[in-house]
């Protein structure tokens, strides 16, 4: 069974999926983030792929992106990094976060066979029209049973939702504003609201919430109004008080949350 159908099987609220760069701040960076992440209790690691032009992301990640290709990170390695910490860290969900250019051109027949070799178990490409989602990756999605995982904002049609519940699998991850990753004090009320609008539909799939948690306010906020919250770039932060200490920088955006 796909690791993150297991995690949804027998947890359903209270899901902490952390997300961070392969490659930062150090190119050899990527599996001890991983191990630190699942010996502090994380529940899901969500690894970036570097990419020059990372469109849905703020600063703090776009930055890291600069770095860890300044490392020297590929598509190649990050593979290869991500099956030794599979070795390591049998149970934990590893979704892989990245752009169609890359893909593209590491070859998306190769891409899937090899990331499912390396133990991901999903895949979200912010940039991938549904369309072209249906006609050129459902099909490998479901041969490597690597599940294609897609975003909605609040300006998302309800009509796009149902057809993205019925015909994608994994989670669908819940953007909470029409804008890049960050971090906000407070959830307003319009999000509030596109929160409960989201749920009250009574989608088969999990939902998440990701795009602006940094503190214990809007992390509950998410946690109340869906299966579990994704955190970014509060944990790049972290990462950077925590001058590259993988251990510590968990802890730190742990304390942030109030867990």
């Known amino acids: 069974m796909n690791r993150l159908t297991d995690l949804?099987?027998?947890?359903?609220?209270?899901?902490?999926s952390v997300f961070f760069t392969a490659g930062y701040p150090q190119a050899d960076s990527t599996v001890p983030v991983i191990e630190a992440l699942a010996a502090r209790g994380v529940d899901m690691v969500e690894i970036g792929i570097p990419f020059s032009?990372?469109?849905?992301?703020g600063p703090v990640i776009q930055a890291s992106n600069t770095r860890a290709l300044s490392n020297g990170m590929t598509l190649h390695i990050l593979l290869n990094q991500i099956k030794t910490a599979r070795e390591k860290v049998s149970d934990m969900p590893f979704i892989l976060m990245g752009y169609l250019n890359p893909i593209m051109h590491y070859g998306i027949d190769t891409f899937f066979q090899d990331a499912n070799n390396s133990g991901v178990d999903g895949l979200i490409i912010p940039d991938l029209p549904f369309d072209d989602y249906l006609t050129d990756f459902k099909q490998l999605s479901v041969k490597y049973d690597i599940p294609v995982i897609m975003l909605i904002t609040p300006e998302t049609s309800p009509e796009r939702i149902r057809l993205i519940d019925e015909h994608c699998d994994g989670f669908i991850y819940m953007v909470s504003a029409a804008s890049t990753t960050g971090t906000r004090e407070i959830y307003d009320e319009n999000q509030l609201d596109?929160?409960?609008?989201?749920?009250?539909?009574?989608?088969?799939?999990?939902?998440?919430?990701?795009?602006g948690i940094s503190n214990s306010i809007t992390f509950d906020q998410a946690q109340k109004h869906a299966s579990g919250a994704i955190i970014g770039s509060q944990f790049i932060r972290c990462l950077d008080e925590a001058e590259g200490n993988p251990t510590e920088a968990v802890d730190l955006l742990l304390s942030s949350i109030g867990k």
């Open 8 to 16: 949804f099987g027998k947890k359903h609220k209270d899901i902490l």
């Open 53 to 57: 032009d990372p469109m849905a992301d």
């Open 194 to 211: 596109y929160f409960r609008r989201i749920s009250n539909m009574n989608l088969r799939h999990n939902r998440l919430i990701g795009f």
